[in-house]
C-alpha cells in the first residue's frame, strides 16, 4: 500500500539559511500534518492542513510556513534557521472524518541538520 | 488539555518473554488512543488505536492493549517479545480540537537475548 512520502530524507544547513520540505500524503487522503521531533523528545505538532486551508496551528514558529497544494501534498518552509531547528520533521497524513476521528499515518520523516 | 503520560522510560525485557508499557491519559471528554512504534532511524508506524467498541485492541507484529476507562489506562501487552521489537514505542492521545496527536514521551523498549 501507499504511503506517505517525504522529501528530502536528510537535509544539513547553516545557520540563517533556509530549509524547504515536501511531504506527499497517502492518495485520497485530504488532511496533512507537520510534527518536530527534537533529539529524544517527543513529536509536538505543528500545524496541519485539511482541504488545501490551513487547519490548526501548535507550536510553529514565526520563521516558519506551510502550504497544501491543490494535488494536496504540503511544503514546509523554514527560514532563518537556527541550531535549535535540527530536528526530524514528520509529515502524517489522514482522510477527515465527519464528526470523527481520523487516524493519521506517518511518512519516514526529514532529518534537518542545522550547523 | 488532553495528556498522555507514559511511567517507564526504558523497559529491558528477554526474548520471549511477555512485557506490557504503560500509559496513562487525562481526557474529559471522548477520547481516542493510538500507540505508534518507531524503529531506529525511521518513522513513526501505527500499531493500534482505539476510537470505540471493544475495551481490548489488537494491532500488528503481535501487539495488543486494554482500554481501561476507569483506571485511565491504555497498556501495550505482548505475551512473547522479539528482538526485532527494540524500539521506541510512543502512546499519543488525540486532540478532539485541534485533531492533533499530543505524544508521550516514549518507552524504548530493548529485548535482549
Known amino acids: 500500500a501507499a504511503g506517505v512520502i517525504q522529501s528530502p530524507r536528510h537535509l544539513i544547513k547553516e545557520k540563517r539559511e533556509t530549509a524547504t520540505l515536501k511531504c506527499y500524503p497517502i492518495?485520497?487522503?485530504?488532511?496533512v500534518y507537520w510534527y518536530q521531533q527534537g533529539p529524544g523528545q517527543d513529536p509536538q505538532f505543528l500545524i496541519s492542513?485539511?482541504?488545501?486551508?490551513?487547519?490548526d496551528k501548535g507550536s510553529i514558529p514565526d520563521r516558519f510556513s506551510a502550504q497544501q497544494f491543490s494535488d494536496y501534498h504540503s511544503e514546509l518552509n523554514m527560514s532563518s534557521l537556527e541550531l535549535g531547528d535540527s530536528a526530524l520533521y514528520f509529515c502524517?497524513?489522514?482522510?477527515?472524518?465527519?464528526?470523527?476521528?481520523?487516524?493519521?499515518?506517518f511518512g519516514p520523516g526529514t532529518r534537518l541538520t542545522v550547523l | 488539555a488532553q495528556s498522555v503520560t507514559q511511567l517507564d522510560s526504558q523497559v529491558p525485557v528477554f526474548e520471549e518473554a511477555p512485557v506490557e508499557l504503560r500509559c496513562n491519559y487525562s481526557?474529559?471528554?471522548?477520547?481516542?488512543l493510538f500507540w505508534y512504534v518507531q524503529y531506529p532511524n525511521q518513522g513513526l508506524q501505527l500499531l493500534l488505536k482505539y476510537l470505540s467498541g471493544s475495551t481490548l485492541v489488537k494491532g500488528i507484529n503481535g501487539f495488543e492493549a486494554e482500554f481501561n476507562k476507569s483506571q485511565t489506562s491504555f497498556h501495550l501487552r505482548k505475551p512473547s517479545v522479539h528482538i526485532s521489537d527494540t524500539a521506541e514505542y510512543f502512546c499519543a492521545v488525540l486532540d478532539t480540537g485541534r485533531r492533533a496527536l499530543t505524544f508521550g514521551s516514549g518507552t524504548r523498549l530493548q529485548v535482549q537475548p
Open positions: 492518495p485520497r487522503h485530504d488532511t
Open positions: 502524517a497524513s489522514s482522510l477527515r472524518l465527519a464528526g470523527g476521528p481520523d487516524t493519521q499515518y
Open positions: 481526557s474529559s471528554v471522548s477520547v481516542y
Open positions: 492542513f485539511y482541504e488545501k486551508m490551513q487547519s
